[in-house]
């Protein structure tokens, strides 16, 4: 056997040897994922892929616990609540949990209390006009939206496509009306039928849209191109200086032993950084995103600080 492949195949057993002292090792009884989605959901099944994952890795059944409602509130406050012992844990987006710290008047939980247990995949937000729309690039889009002034608009259904388009119009100086809707797919028509100039929509919910060929994708909204959608140019390429992505992480209750989030950010990071988790999330638009448990507290704090200036350029009200 040749010397490189003789350490190939020492490695490989070094992996599984520790993979299998992860598993021996794990503390306790089943472990319960927590998603703030309904089954079947997107969030829903990127959650039943990791607990699969998890599953084998740890040696443990893996639960996905399904608790819908409150715009993520209700599954934000259960597992703020939960025994911090490594058996409950929350699936959600990063910046769609500090982000309900300013859209409602009394959150239940002080969401910086979370511990950040691992960073899974993230993905920009895109803008999006009619698949028939004279608007080739973005900059045939500013001109247009600038020249009609009040009269131009567009589609949001969430609040980070609703900062989204803020960044933008801030951006460019125009006074386009924003149209709320109450899901995405709700503006498609309006969009297709020419009553909205643009729209923005969440990666999971619009990559498969695009290339059925629903509407066309002008930009994205972070400040690097995405592996998985790289044909589509970013709007700081265009000129705006937007950095907006949305980001998938596992969270657990404060007070969580530091032995146990090493452990779990070590199996998870492990899972996220595999061609399988590559290819899975390519599938709704997702990059891959491995970070140490530093990195992504920090990113997860940053987000909490942007989103207080974000409420208020999109002028969002807080709720009651």
Request: charged share 20%; aromatic share 10%; proline share 5%.
């Amino acid at each position: 056997m040749k010397r490189s492949s003789m350490g190939i195949v020492a490695a490989a057993i070094l992996a599984a040897a520790a993979s299998l002292a992860q598993a021996q090792t794990y503390p306790g009884q089943d472990v319960h994922l927590v998603v703030g989605f309904a089954a079947g959901s997107g969030p829903d099944v990127t959650a039943r892929f990791l607990a699969d994952k998890l599953k084998v890795k740890l040696g443990k059944t893996v639960l996905v616990e399904n608790k819908p409602g409150a715009v993520g509130n209700i599954a934000t406050e259960y597992v703020a609540k939960a025994k911090p012992d490594g058996h409950t844990l929350y699936m959600t987006g990063g910046s769609s949990l500090v982000a309900t710290a300013y859209l409602f008047k009394n959150p239940p939980v002080d969401v910086r209390t979370f511990e950040v247990v691992a960073s899974m995949a993230r993905a920009p937000i895109l803008m999006v006009v009619a698949a028939n729309s004279p608007y080739q690039k973005v900059a045939d889009l500013t001109a247009a939206v600038k020249a009609k002034g009040d009269k131009a608009s567009y589609g949001t259904a969430f609040p980070t496509a609703r900062v989204a388009g803020a960044l933008y119009r801030d951006s460019i100086g125009a006074k386009a009306v924003e149209v709320g809707y109450k899901t995405s797919s709700d503006w498609i028509n309006d969009l297709s039928a020419g009553n909205l100039d643009f729209a923005f929509i969440d990666a999971a919910a619009g990559f498969g849209m695009a290339k059925a060929g629903r509407f066309r994708v002008l930009a994205v909204s972070t400040a690097q191109r995405s592996v998985a959608m790289a044909d589509f140019p970013t709007l700081t390429e265009a000129g705006h200086k937007i950095d907006l992505p949305a980001w998938w992480a596992v969270f657990a209750p404060q007070g969580t032993p530091k032995s146990i989030l090493d452990q779990l950010h070590a199996v998870i990071s492990e899972i996220s950084g595999t061609g399988e988790a590559r290819q899975f999330f390519a599938g709704t638009g997702y990059d891959p995103w491995v970070t140490t448990r530093d990195e992504a507290r920090a990113a997860y704090l940053k987000d909490y600080k942007d989103w207080a200036d974000y409420v208020r350029l999109a002028k969002i009200e807080p709720q009651g």
